[in-house]
């Protein structure tokens, strides 16, 4: 039997630290009093955005203030009868609108006060379903309720688009019953909603261009080249059983006929994830089944691990190395004359090829999940640099991971400079441009702001591709590429919220920001079936 598994994919969990004894007490026992966390998320996290800008809306679009829909949380938290008025089922509940995270938010009657009201965040409800849900979290400023029961669905549900059996209690997608074009609207207003939340000055003066319609990925399902499913053992389960092996899960939902969860609230047992390519669903299936024969054999000896599918594309089928089936045989698939296979080894070296040119990498690093979207993307991002015909561009990728957009836009220019944090992603941007025989490509490791010190392109002559990771740029960065005076920007980002606060701090704080305009706004639909939209944001300066 192999033991690839589990010794080159697991990443180990760390066992719980030891549990304190009580310390000896002779007095009365003291009741325990809960005390609520304080929540304080990051501004553009999803839960920064509901609490600071959703709930707010909410309210003034009802005429409520804070103070009305907010709870007692403390005494909830330790009066059990009180808990048990709180944690109800409500029917006839209408879905106003969907959160940032494609979850639907909605009024529910107060419990205690005749005329308050409480915000409750129901996961799989949609903007006008009619619903019936159980509370079972309340919160400072909101409840979490499960959605029981669609009483009388929205115009947008069609309920016999849902693809996957799990679909209702995986956490993985939200939009499986919305058809494809409704989907992209919601992207589109998620967008939207972004740019008002985040960069309300823009929006007042009125320097932001109409949110363009968005750009839908050629593949609807089987697109994701990147799965990690996860497995735990629970401290009463038997350790010869095979755990659940798949995704988190989201409530304890009966609106759907889900399979059995033995373990709700921790990780779903996935047999297969229809968004995947087929060779990575394979690599789910096959790893699945490996866990079961290292399980009853007893060689598993941690609590639980995360295990990478990640997707490898050869032109030589003897290069392939990878999940194999319960046979030992190698899974590959073949596609327009390449072959795939599913590596599950984090530090295994992977490839793809985006419009014919072949990017290595490191198979746990950064690389874009949606092959079929990336030629769409990339000429949109190159069609919009500006870059003049005679060749005489210059282009700074910011966040460049592995070189994906410095080498697809190579033949154009006449040199580009990349920077990014990981020494894994620089390795491989420099293996990449070997690879494709380029030779007008370099890049430095470091911050992004590194890239300033060693800069001496023409500034009328450079354009600027960002690329950060989802907590988007930070001041001095966006100072320095103001400095910088580049004749255009175009701002890539998987979180359009701290995209949005970019762009607004760049035009209206920095000093030479405000000789820029935002030329568009447009989301790609990296992600279909889940609320996910990576937003491009282009900049120009007035004069160049
Ligand atoms: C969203 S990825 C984009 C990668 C690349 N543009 C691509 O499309 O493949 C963001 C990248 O930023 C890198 N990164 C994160 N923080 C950084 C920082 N402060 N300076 C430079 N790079 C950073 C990450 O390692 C990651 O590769």
């Not at 059983?241 to 033995?262: E, I, L, M, Y």
């Not at 079961?292 to 997707?311: D, I, N």
């Not at 359009?496 to 000093?511: I, P």
């Amino acid at each position: 039997m192999s033991f690839a598994f589990s010794r080159s994919v697991l990443k180990r969990i760390p066992m719980p630290s030891k549990i304190a004894m009580p310390a000896v007490s002779n007095g009365p026992r003291k009741v325990k009093r809960h005390r609520a966390k304080k929540q304080n998320p990051e501004p553009t996290t999803p839960l920064g955005v509901l609490l600071n800008h959703e709930i707010p809306e909410i309210c003034k679009e009802h005429n409520l203030t804070l103070e009305q829909v907010s709870n007692p949380l403390n005494k909830v938290l330790n009066n059990t009868d009180l808990r048990a008025k709180y944690n109800r089922v409500v029917e006839s509940v209408r879905i106003l609108k969907y959160s940032s995270n494609g979850e639907g938010l909605a009024l529910l009657p107060h419990p205690e006060i005749p005329d308050g009201k409480q915000i409750a965040v129901v996961p799989f409800a949609m903007p006008e379903d009619i619903v019936t849900v159980r509370v079972f979290m309340t919160k400072d400023t909101h409840v979490d309720a499960d959605l029981l029961k669609i009483e009388n669905p929205s115009p947008l549900r069609k309920q016999d688009l849902i693809r996957c059996q799990y679909f209702g209690a995986c956490s993985g997608c939200q939009y499986q019953p919305i058809e494809y074009d409704d989907q992209l609207n919601f992207k589109r207003q998620t967008i939207i909603n972004a740019y008002r939340y985040f960069a309300p000055r823009l929006t007042s003066m009125g320097r932001l261009p109409e949110v363009g319609a968005t750009v839908a990925s050629p593949l609807k399902y089987g697109y994701r080249t990147k799965l990690t499913p996860h497995y735990q053992f629970s401290r009463h389960q038997d350790p010869s059983v095979r755990p659940n092996f798949g995704f988190g899960s989201k409530g304890r939902p009966s609106w759907r006929d889900v399979p059995k969860r033995d373990y709700p609230g921790e990780v779903m047992d996935i047999e297969d994830c229809i968004i995947g390519t087929d060779i990575v669903r394979q690599g789910l299936r096959n790893e699945r089944a490996q866990l079961e024969k290292l399980v009853e054999s007893g060689q598993v000896k941690h609590k639980g691990a995360t295990v990478l599918l990640r997707e490898d594309t050869r032109r030589n089928r003897e290069e392939l190395k990878g999940s194999t089936a319960e046979d030992g045989t190698l899974s590959i698939v073949e596609q327009n004359g390449m072959f795939k296979t599913c590596v599950t080894d984090n530090n295994a070296i992977v490839s793809e090829y985006v419009n014919g040119l072949r990017f290595d990498f490191v198979a746990n690093e950064f690389f874009q999940n949606n092959n079929s979207i990336l030629p769409k993307v990339l000429d949109y991002v190159k069609s919009n640099l500006a870059l003049d015909e005679s060749g005489d561009n210059y282009l700074v990728d910011a966040y460049c991971g592995s070189g994906l957009f410095s080498i697809s836009c190579a033949s154009s220019v006449r040199k580009s400079l990349g920077v990014e944090i990981s020494a894994h992603s620089i390795k491989f941007a420099k293996r990449n441009v070997e690879l494709n025989d380029i030779h007008n490509c370099e890049f430095i490791e470091g911050k992004a702001e590194k890239l300033f010190e060693k800069i001496d392109f023409p500034k009328d002559k450079t354009s600027v591709i960002l690329d950060p990771p989802r907590k988007g740029c930070d001041e001095v960065f966006m100072k320095q590429l103001a400095e910088f005076y580049p004749k255009r920007i175009v701002y890539v980002s998987c979180n359009v919220h701290s995209q949005a606060r970019d762009v607004e701090y760049f035009l209206t704080e920095t000093e030479k920001g405000k000789d820029y305009k935002v030329e568009s706004i447009i989301g790609f639909d990296f992600f279909p079936q889940t609320h996910h939209v990576e937003g491009v944001a282009v900049l120009s300066r007035a004069t160049y």
